[in-house]
């Protein structure tokens, strides 16, 4: 090979140490329960129809139709009926019309959407109106015809009732998938995960997030809290439900009750119409509070009530609103001493700390931050059109050893700003910010998690061994070999090390 071609071949090997950003996986899953298609003729999802009319000829019209279109049909005359053979027979959707002797279709929907909820209907009407739509479709009604109407306009409403259903199905199976593949994951939602206190952390997000129970998530600003608190809500039940975000620090005392609980007209100046509260928004899912420090203590005491008797009062009304919301907490702030100091109710205090995650800083995680490097580049590289590939040697080390005090946040926008000075595929030590260069031109060396008072030589001795060996798999990308000769010590040595730290 001539020195030419040599160059060429040196310039596109990495060297040793530096990160090398890889394409962004990609992951292939195998569904666990797949829906078959629908051959010509054959409904796709549905297969029993219960028809609900007082008028006989429409129901007769109604069952050779859908007959026709190989449904099972049953019928009632009214909603009483509908009920009573409910109660002996399973079907998969219900058509039924809106005004009946005794019990009418919207009443019928009602019944079905508080006592079987996985029933889909459809209502009818000859005194169809936008109005009457609407209250159908609020009182849980999938779709509305008015009357008279085409037969093929039956047939195609229940096709897309069952392609909904179809999709639904699809979704929780999907979900399933994830839920079973996060367990073996290096990921939780959107999280990275790699060192042994994030999974710990990620063991406590799973066992938690199947039960109704408060989370209480804690840690630094920037180590991700509320990215905790959404994997929790997506592998809980209700992941089909919203997640509603607060930060209690940012919205001015005056505002956030009405905010959180909502507010009815007239209740102050500016209340020209109800309005409906967080609490109310996050019905079926998750509202995650995040800086609860901040709630102000008149607030506490009304948060209080919310999580106890899982009601609210909106500002202004007498009336009380039932909810259904799973709350997530979060602070960075030291609630037990806000307790000692009385700025914080004790009673919310214990309220909320029924299930307490500690999310750890990114400095004594160290072995993170290679991997979270990678998927910043490219995720910034996607987003701001930048062409980083890799990163220095000397940038890796400066980068690893920084103490981070805004955490994996602080990261990111490290990342972003040295991937916009980079010139090149190649991220350069000149790139970072001065913030991270002057660290290291004022000494700025190792950092110890060793609490203050702790003057033990021995523990500092483990912390510093521990450290070196993080950051030599850091730089070698996890190759024990190389990181057994960066360190000086043998490779066996390095093993039984790796093991008693708890480092494998």
């Not at 078959?36 to 109604?62: C, I, N, Q, S, W």
């Not at 009443?107 to 609407?134: C, D, K, N, Q, Y």
């Not at 100046?269 to 309005?275: F, L, N, S, V």
């Not at 004022?442 to 030589?457: C, F, K, Q």
Request: proline share 4%; net charge neutral.
């Amino acid at each position: 090979m001539d020195a030419g071609r040599r160059d060429a071949a040196a310039r596109g090997r990495p060297r040793r140490g530096a990160i090398v950003v890889a394409p962004s996986r990609q992951t292939t899953m195998t569904p666990s329960a797949e829906v078959p298609a629908a051959k010509p003729g054959e409904p796709l999802g549905f297969t029993r129809v219960l028809v609900v009319d007082d008028e006989a000829p429409l129901r007769h019209m109604l069952e050779l139709l859908l007959r026709r279109e190989q449904y099972q049909v049953v019928h009632a005359d009214s909603g009483e009926a509908a009920i009573e053979l409910l109660g002996r027979e399973d079907v998969d959707v219900v058509l039924t019309d809106v005004r009946m002797p005794g019990m009418g279709g919207l009443e019928l929907v009602r019944w079905l959407h508080a006592e079987r909820p996985g029933t889909t209907a459809i209502v009818m009407s000859a005194f169809g109106t936008i109005e009457l739509a609407l209250e159908a479709m609020h009182a849980g009604a999938y779709d509305y015809i008015a009357k008279p109407f085409k037969q093929d306009e039956v047939v195609l409403t229940l096709r897309k009732a069952e392609e909904r259903e179809r999709l639904r199905r699809e979704n929780r199976a999907l979900r399933e998938q994830l839920r079973d593949a996060a367990a073996t994951s290096d990921w939780l939602g959107d999280m990275l995960i790699r060192s042994a206190g994030m999974h710990a952390v990620a063991r406590t997000v799973r066992k938690v997030a199947p039960f109704k129970t408060t989370v209480l998530v804690l840690g630094e600003s920037g180590v991700g809290k509320e990215l905790v608190s959404r994997a929790i809500h997506r592998l809980s039940p209700r992941a089909d439900g919203p997640f509603v975000a607060v930060n209690c620090g940012a919205i001015p005392e005056a505002l956030l009750e009405s905010e959180l609980f909502g507010h009815v007209r007239g209740a102050f100046t500016d209340a020209t119409a109800d309005k409906r509260g967080l609490f109310e928004e996050a019905k079926g899912g998750t509202l995650f509070l995040d800086e609860i420090g901040e709630l102000p203590l008149a607030l506490q005491v009304k948060l209080l009530r919310a999580l106890q008797e899982e009601e609210i009062r909106r500002v202004g009304d007498t009336r009380a609103i039932k909810i259904d919301a799973r709350v997530l907490a979060a602070t960075s702030r030291e609630l037990a001493q806000m307790v000692e100091d009385g700025s914080f109710r004790q009673d919310l205090y214990y309220r909320l700390h029924v299930m307490p995650i500690e999310v750890p800083p990114l400095r004594e995680r160290r072995e993170d931050i290679a991997p979270l490097l990678e998927h910043f580049i490219v995720a910034i590289n996607r987003r701001l059109g930048t062409k980083v590939q890799s990163v220095a040697d000397d940038a890796l080390a400066r980068l690893l050893a920084y103490h981070w005090p805004g955490n994996v946040r602080e990261l990111e926008n490290t990342v972003e700003h040295a991937a916009v000075m980079a010139e090149g595929g190649v991220l350069q030590l000149a790139d970072l910010p001065e913030r991270v260069l002057r660290t290291a031109k004022s000494g700025g060396g190792v950092t110890l998690a060793i609490p203050e008072g702790d003057l033990s030589v021995k523990r500092a001795q483990r912390a510093l061994e521990r450290e070196f060996i993080l950051r030599a798999l850091a730089l070698t990308d996890g190759n024990r070999t190389h990181a057994a000769k960066l360190l000086e010590l043998s490779h066996r040595a390095l093993l039984y090390k790796i093991k008693e730290f708890g480092l494998a």
